[in-house]
Nanobody, 124 residues
Framework: QVQLVESGGGLVQAGGSLRLSCAASGRTFSTYTMGWFRQAPGKEREFVAAISWSAGETTYADSVKGRFTMSRDNAENTLYLQMNSLKPEDTAVYYC?????????????????WGQGTQVTVSS
């Protein structure tokens, strides 16, 4: 099993940047495929990005491609999401998630472990 704790959210002006972190417990973090999702009020949970266990494969939602970068440090059991050129529509609670099977996917149902989320608010 793996426990996930997100941090780094906050309030930022449009055009600004934030870096989210997700600290994972457990010795098998390096074997998990990881994902970032977000959920805005009144909306369904939305895929943001996913990364393979080796970081050799990364996939992004079209809405964040070119602005967000996902990375991981398996030695530190930490996942990151660098968010640049933020827009008001990026406002949401951001969650990291883990799945024990390979191949990054945008389907939240494939992820068995979730953090508690961190709020990101982008003002116009």
């Amino acid at each position: 099993q793996v426990q996930l704790v997100e941090s780094g959210g906050g309030l930022v002006q449009a055009g600004g940047s934030l870096r989210l972190s997700c600290a994972a417990s457990g010795r098998t973090f390096s074997t998990y495929t990881m994902g970032w999702f977000r959920q805005a009020p009144g909306k369904e949970r939305e895929f943001v990005a996913a990364i393979s266990w080796s970081a050799g494969e990364t996939t992004y939602a079209d809405s964040v491609k070119g602005r967000f970068t996902m990375s991981r440090d398996n030695a530190e059991n930490t996942l990151y999401l660098q968010m640049n050129s933020l827009k008001p529509e990026d406002t949401a609670v951001y969650y990291c998630a883990a799945k024990s099977t390979p191949f990054p996917t945008s389907n939240p149902l494939r992820y068995g472990y979730w953090g508690q989320g961190t709020q990101v608010t982008v003002s116009s």
